[in-house]
């Protein structure tokens, strides 16, 4: 027994090591360039699979191949990924860097997914495994004990250049203010740069010493990273030192829960523990302080009147109407299958587009939608429908009240959490491994043939988008529009955003779980990968790309969804949905308003130009306030 | 126009004595709002030079441009007689234009580290860049570890000006140094403005506080609507001041 409990201390504190190389490669990225980089993962991923190629693959002596990866191919993509991907952020909205970074983290995969074949099994050459010494009657063998030691040796390095060398002190300085640090005579841009090649370099390490623990795997390397978030959340994103202690701890927690957990439902904990952090230690996070002086001065996409809204939902109607009789029955699954998609995305048009604040874990709602349509009154009930709606409207609500106090990127994170959490605990257990849930169709009188749900889909998205964009012309959109420019200035005249924010929230995933529950009709069956936390993320990219503050937004997201099967047809290239959202989403820095923002600039440019109205082409935008006193003074 | 390099734009090794910074028909502004509207000014070596004027007249604006930090959309800009319009403006520091802004610190680090950055546009050691800045400022010795965010403002505005001492710079450009502070503290940074000027330093100030301004300054602009009304010595300039605020004619 107790030499058992010490066999467990050693495992947890080597997975604890592997956890904190991971977390502080995140911290050092967004503590030296402000930016929270979602990708860290998938960056460290891509290494790991690098080095096989060059070790095993081209049969590269492993300490070259090493060498040559920690430090020359990951910082020089460190160094690319910030040049063509991150330096437009800077000033942008944490929304837009949030997107970046997270179509970056699809875009690696889907590459990695398209170079190395997942159906491969691959293993990375070992380094020490085989050799072992005896500790106190455990026995620790020199692989554990090199993570030991590359971990320390890290954490040295890490204390001494950023507090004891002129440029690690810069790299922090960047972040407090990257005009000054040009004026003290040092190129931010340049930085920046360094920052990132050292976070990708982190990365790596982190991606080739957790490797040899399994086989190598796209997606479970690249989700590694999650745990690092929840013990990077523990040192606050800020503090190397807190967050190393962080994940000590849950490396620790989680060695002894695969050792001493029951095996009954208790053990399905185990993979959750991580998000149980992350979720506990932003609830009892005091919130930060309200950004002052921060106008991005984003135009949004122009609103139509209500004639133009109820015009375009009838004519979206018959249009459906007509595609219904059109497409060939294969077609119209897909098309039907986008709309429904395109229904779930109008939930993020309220939440992100309108009122700024980033979900992901919509599909999670939808989910719950479809799970509550399935059981309840039979399956195919209006009440079961109305069900669908207000049961995940009402965790969505307690989910904000929870969580409501944290504000955008630790927000996000909470959601992510949720929606981790709950693939595991509520999706895998109650529909169980490729389980499935028969969902049906909702009679109210009307045929439940494919042509008739489709244009009964149809009906529905356009009511719900004619309905968000009367919300928007209202009192409480511009309430949102006010609260989304900034937060600050609604708390000093007295607004109370606080209901507001749950009111959205609340609203957002009441309208993701009828998108659900029209989802699962459709496909007649729900499982538990329908709604697989990825999915959310994918969702908010597709969208965003589309442009989020629009209805037509969320209807091109659908109309690219529908597409998906035909562009893989025509692409033969694995992965390829993931690669096209990944490069849309990334390069969203440069045109923050998505295709459909752009079109609608084009558009407002062309009509200010043959004198039409007003243009709406920001008049300054100004980075920080700073800056707003300088125009004026 | 290819940037020009760090050497060749160092003040002190221009071409004979051309001014240290001059202007001509430069328009400059944020996006659609145009702020600078066809400045023309000399600022000869050696002076100190006041930029006064009221709220909206472009002075912070033209202090930019003279730092690099704005480009200008048309004229040119001549620091010590080369043509800079465009250069990045880590590449002004380097070659001896010091920018300081309002309480321009790093919040985030300590008092030591904030210097330890400012010496990267000199060559200057860390300990004797620490030895510069203390000597002026000994305050600031007593405040080493300390976060500079947490400094009390007349404090950070020292830690600011001590950018000054630790890299020798040619031009000095300060904005409002007097905002926000103590009538006392306003008069100790401004003898120190003159100890700088009295080294030989080239000084370049925005001032709402015109008469502390006025009292070191050797020639004296006032700025109207984005345009210099009026250049001169201290003397002439006081007179027509309230004219100017006050948007009266003479």
Known sequence: MHGAFLSYLVVGIVIGCLYALTASGLVVTYTTSGIFNFAHGAIGMFMAFTYWQLAVGWHVPVPIALLLTLFVLAPLMGALVERIFIRPLYGASLGVTLVVTLGLLLLLLGVANAVWSPTVTRNLPPILMGHQVTIFGVVVSFYQLMVLVVSVAVAVVLRVLFTRTRVGITMRAVVDDRELTAMAGTSPHRTAQLSWALGASMAALAGILIAPLEHLDQLNLTLLVVTGYAAAVVGRLRSVPLTVLGAMLLGLLNSYAVGYLPSNWLSDLQPVLPMAVLFIMLLVMRPGRLAAGRVTGRITARIPSAQQSLLASALFVAAAVVASRLLSPSNLITAGAGLVIGLIALSLVLLTGFSGQVSLCQMTFAGAGAFVMGKTFGGSSIFGLVLAVIVPAAVGGLLAAAVLRLRGLYLALATLAFAYAADSLFFNHFLGFGGILKVGRVRIGLPTTQRGYFVLIAVVFAAVAAGLMALRRGPVGRLLAAMNDSEVACASVGLNITWVKILVFTLSAGIAGLGGAFYGGWQHEVGPNDFYFLFSLILLLLITIAGIDTVTGAFAAAIFYALQPQIARWVPIVSINYILVGVGAAMLGRNTGGVIGQMSAQREWLRARLGRGPTTEPLAVLDDGRDVAGALS | ?250
């Open chain 2, 1 to 250: 126009m290819p940037a020009p390099s760090a050497e060749v734009m160092t003040a002190s090794a221009g071409p004979g004595r051309a001014p240290v910074v001059e202007m001509f028909d430069v328009h400059a502004g944020y996006g659609k709002v145009a702020v600078l509207r066809g400045v023309n000014l000399t600022v000869p070596r050696g002076s100190v030079f006041a930029l006064l004027g009221p709220n909206g007249a472009g002075k912070s604006t033209l202090l930019k441009v003279a730092g690099g930090r704005l480009v200008p959309t048309s004229g040119c800009v001549h620091v010590a007689g080369r043509h800079v319009n465009g250069t990045p403006p880590e590449t002004f520091a380097r070659a001896g234009v010091c920018s300081i802004p309002d309480q321009g610190v790093f919040p985030n680090l300590t008092v030591a580290e904030n210097i330890r950055v400012f010496t990267h546009a000199g060559g200057v050691s860390a300990s004797a860049a620490e030895e510069r800045a203390f000597s002026r400022f000994p305050r600031l010795a007593e405040r080493r570890r300390q976060l500079a965010g947490t400094l009390s403002g007349g404090e950070r505005q020292m830690l600011a000006m001590a950018r000054a001492f630790v890299n020798d710079p040619a031009v000095l450009l300060l904005d409002e140094i007097s905002m926000g502070l103590a009538p006392m503290i306003v008069a100790q940074l401004y003898e120190v403005v003159g100890g700088l000027a009295d080294e030989g330093i080239t000084v370049v100030l925005v001032e709402q506080f015109a008469q502390a301004a006025l009292r070191v300054a050797t020639y004296a602009a006032i700025m109207k609507q984005g345009r210099i009304e009026r250049v001169g010595e201290p003397g002439d300039i006081r007179d027509e001041l309230a004219g100017a605020y006050l948007g009266g004619h003479q």
